[in-house]
T-cell receptor, first 112, second 113 residues
Framework: DAGVIQSPRHEVTEMGQEVTLRCKPI?????LFWYRQTMMRGLELLIY????????DSGMPEDRFSAKMPNASFSTLKIQPSEPRDSAVYFC??????????FGPGTRLTVT | GQQLNQSPQSMFIQEGEDVSMNCTSS?????WLWYKQEPGEGPVLLIA?????ELTSNGRLTAQFGITRKDSFLNISASIPSDVGIYFC?????????????FGKGMKLTVNP
């Protein structure tokens, strides 16, 4: 079975530009999580969905960040406008109703 | 909020040696997970623990859920070069049915051949 798929794997953009990260969860999984990883702060949960509905977005840093899940097989994380401090690796993970979250390969975002 | 303390932060060992790492929490967890992350990749689930006192093995890896529910450890026996990576613990607390995991800061393992 295919794992969690993320695109793009790398994104380089200029400050002020809009960035959209994409995720396809494992088929049949009903939970989807977005994380950000940095050296300073480690892995941070940004938001998670259950059955396409956002459940907890308390980790979203500010209004510049938004996430959607229009259907069970697709989610986006958007940053608008992007800032250099948003540079990080962003992971998507999915799970069936358990705590065994399976991670995608991540998107490395660099904002210059 | 809930926090996990993972120690040590890094280890340098010789191939063939055993290695042990642990995680502690200031609050009770009812699930412990151990992940491994290699450069440029996402964390990969190694072992999941759901019961206090549970001891689970996955090949050369053994993990235990502490009986106090506030700690867990992971052992790797007879290390090999491909064990290199960052090992993370993650826990889920008892509050309100949340699916949120709390992650430790990771332990970077280097294995010298």
């Amino acid at each position: 079975d295919a794992g969690v798929i993320q695109s793009p794997r790398h994104e380089v953009t200029e400050m002020g530009q809009e960035v959209t990260l994409r995720c396809k969860p494992i088929s049949g999984h009903d939970y989807l999580f977005w994380y950000r990883q940095t050296m300073m702060r480690g892995l941070e949960l940004l938001i998670y969905f259950n059955n396409n509905v956002p459940i907890d977005d308390s980790g979203m840093p500010e209004d510049r960040f938004s996430a959607k899940m229009p259907n069970a097989s697709f989610s986006t994380l958007k940053i608008q406008p992007s800032e250099p401090r948003d540079s990080a690796v962003y992971f998507c993970a999915s799970s069936i109703r358990s705590y065994e979250q399976y991670f995608g390969p991540g998107t490395r975002l660099t904002v210059t | 909020g809930q926090q996990l303390n993972q120690s040590p932060q890094s280890m340098f060992i010789q191939e063939g040696e055993d290695v042990s790492m642990n995680c502690t929490s200031s609050s009770i967890f009812n699930t412990w997970l151990w992940y491994k992350q290699e450069p440029g990749e996402g964390p990969v689930l190694l072992i999941a623990l759901y019961k206090a006192g549970e001891l689970t093995s996955n090949g050369r890896l053994t993990a235990q859920f502490g009986i106090t529910r506030k700690d867990s450890f992971l052992n790797i026996s007879a290390s090999i070069p491909s064990d290199v990576g960052i090992y993370f613990c993650a826990g889920r607390g008892r509050k309100g049915g949340s699916e949120k995991l709390v992650f430790g800061k990771g332990m970077k393992l280097t294995v010298n051949p």
